[in-house]
């Protein structure tokens, strides 16, 4: 399933904005390539207004992803999330940053946005949008981060951004998309695996004591580390 501005070639920089979460909630859902990609979380809840693109989602049959046909902001006003939940969300492109009139079964216009972002920025959980860059977006979600990045589309390489109402992260829910592309990315994979293997290969004894130092230096990341474990 691809969608125009899919997220299908932009989901690795999204998914490391990502801190630790309980709940993810992707509300605008279309082809989910960040449900689909990132680290599942113990409850998962994909949201879309298009029967079709749920009946699509339906036939998949993944027991761990909740779905729901409907409204995201009519869902997020009737479920708040907690704290410890993550919602993102990537609404139908602004109207008139749009090239072609229509994209989807179930459009957003202005007020959709406005509606949604009025919502959003009552949540108490993290969140974070995407769209083009807008200063109607940067006007309604003040003292929100912004964050840009280039998303390959149908209408070829386009800067699009990510707002979210948190810092940049300095602990993830799912570290294995990071770094800035494909070459960074394998880099430190090795480098992760090499430091891991080199534990592995050590005596019990000196593992053991490097292991201890670890938790005497990073008392918290480590705490953090061994809480992320799949569900
Ligand atoms: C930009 S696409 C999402 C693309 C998705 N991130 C991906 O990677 O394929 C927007 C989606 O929002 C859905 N949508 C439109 N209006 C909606 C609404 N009011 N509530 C929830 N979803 C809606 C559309 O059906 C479409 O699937």
Same mark, same amino acid.
């Given at each position: 399933?691809? #969608?125009?501005?899919?997220?299908? !070639? ?8 990502? /801190? /630790? ?73 602004? /109207? ?52 840009? #990045? ?77 809480? !992320?474990?799949? /569900?």
């Amino acid at each position: 399933m691809t #969608y125009p501005g899919g997220k299908g !070639r932009a989901y690795q920089r999204l998914i490391n904005l990502m /801190p /630790p979460h309980d709940v993810f909630i992707e509300t605008h859902l279309g082809g989910g390539a960040v449900m689909l990609k990132k680290r599942r979380a113990a409850r998962n809840i994909g949201i879309d207004a298009d029967d079709r693109v749920i009946a699509r989602w339906r036939e998949r049959g993944d027991p761990m992803i909740e779905l729901v046909l409907g409204d995201a902001a009519s869902y997020l006003v009737e479920h708040p999330p907690g704290p410890a939940a993550m919602v993102f969300c990537d609404p139908p492109y602004w /109207p008139e940053s749009r090239r072609r009139a229509r994209c989807y079964r179930c459009d957003y216009t202005a007020a959709d946005h406005a509606r949604l972002l009025a919502v959003l920025v009552e949540l108490r959980c993290k969140v974070i949008i995407t769209g083009y860059p807008s200063p109607a977006y940067d006007a309604a979600l003040p003292g929100w981060h912004a964050v840009d #990045y280039v998303n390959c589309t149908q209408m070829g390489a386009v800067t699009e951004r990510a707002w979210t109402n948190f810092a940049p992260p300095t602990v993830l829910h799912d570290y294995d998309h990071l770094g800035i592309d494909f070459r960074e990315r394998e880099a430190l994979r090795r480098r992760r695996t090499s430091h891991v293997r080199k534990l592995q290969r050590a005596p019990a004894l000196e593992r053991n004591a490097i292991l201890a130092d670890l938790v005497d230096a990073f008392p918290d990341e480590l705490k953090q580390a061994v809480g !992320r474990r799949a /569900p």
